[in-house]
C-alpha cells in the first residue's frame, strides 16, 4: 500500500533534540514523558504497567491503555500508551506517545517520540526518531509515514520519509530528505535512484 504524502504532516523544517546518556537520563525521560501528559489522567486511565509475558501475564489488561510508565519484563501489549515504555518487547495497539527502550518496539497505530531498540517497527504516522544510543546494536528500523529520522547499523525502510536516513542499507518509497550509506534508493525519483554513499530528494 502506498502512503501519500500530506504537507501537513511533513513540515520540512524538523530538528532533533539533544541527546544524553546514564541513569539520570532515563529517570528525567520519565518526569518528562509525565509532564507532557498535562496531569490530566482520568479514572480509567493506568500510570504504571507491569508485564512478564503479555496478553494473560500482565498488570493491565492488554485492551485498556497506559498514561505513564509500562515495563515489560519478557513482552507487554496494551492499546495506547503514553510516558515510558521499557521492556524485552514493547507492542503497543494503538498509538505510542514517548519513548520506548528494548529490544523489539512495535507500535501499530502510530507513533510520536523516540523508539530505541535493535528493531524498531512503526505503522501509521511515525514523528520523532528511530535510534538506539547503543548505535552499533541498533539493527533495524521501520516506518510506514515517517517525519524525523532513522539511524541503525543495517537497514532503514519507510514508505514515506521526510527527513533523514543513516545507514549501510536505506529505502524509501518515496522521501523528502537526504539519505546516507553503502546503498541509497528512494524508489520515487526519475532517474538516480539508486546511489552509493548519498542519495536525496526534495520534490
Do not use: C
Not at 492488554?62 to 505513564?68: I, K, N
Not at 500508551?81 to 498509538?95: A, F
Amino acid at each position: 500500500m502506498r502512503v501519500m504524502r500530506d504537507a501537513s504532516l511533513f513540515n520540512p523544517e524538523y530538528t532533533e533534540g539533544s541527546m544524553f546518556r546514564g541513569s539520570s537520563f532515563v529517570g528525567g525521560l520519565a518526569l518528562l514523558s509525565l509532564a507532557l501528559l498535562g496531569g490530566t489522567a482520568s479514572a480509567q486511565e493506568n500510570p504504571f504497567q507491569i508485564a512478564f509475558i503479555g496478553p494473560t501475564m500482565q498488570l493491565v489488561d492488554d485492551d485498556e491503555d497506559v498514561t505513564g510508565i509500562r515495563l515489560n519484563l519478557i513482552y507487554g501489549v496494551n492499546r495506547d500508551v503514553s510516558g515510558l515504555d521499557i521492556g524485552l518487547i514493547n507492542h503497543v495497539n494503538g498509538q505510542m506517545t514517548g519513548v520506548e527502550f528494548g529490544v523489539v518496539n512495535l507500535a501499530d497505530g502510530g507513533f510520536s517520540g523516540w523508539q530505541a531498540g535493535i528493531v524498531n517497527i512503526s505503522q501509521g504516522q511515525f514523528t520523532g526518531l528511530q535510534w538506539s544510543p547503543w548505535s552499533v546494536i541498533s539493527l533495524a528500523n521501520f516506518a510506514e509515514a515517517a517525519e524525523g529520522a532513522q539511524i541503525a547499523a543495517a537497514f532503514n525502510r519507510a514508505e514515506y520519509m521526510h527527513g533523514f536516513q543513516l545507514s549501510l542499507v536505506n529505502v524509501a518509497e518515496d522521501m523528502y530528505g537526504v539519505q546516507v550509506g553503502l546503498i541509497n534508493i528512494i524508489r520515487s525519483k526519475p532517474d538516480l535512484w539508486i546511489l552509493p554513499i548519498v542519495n536525496w530528494k526534495f520534490d
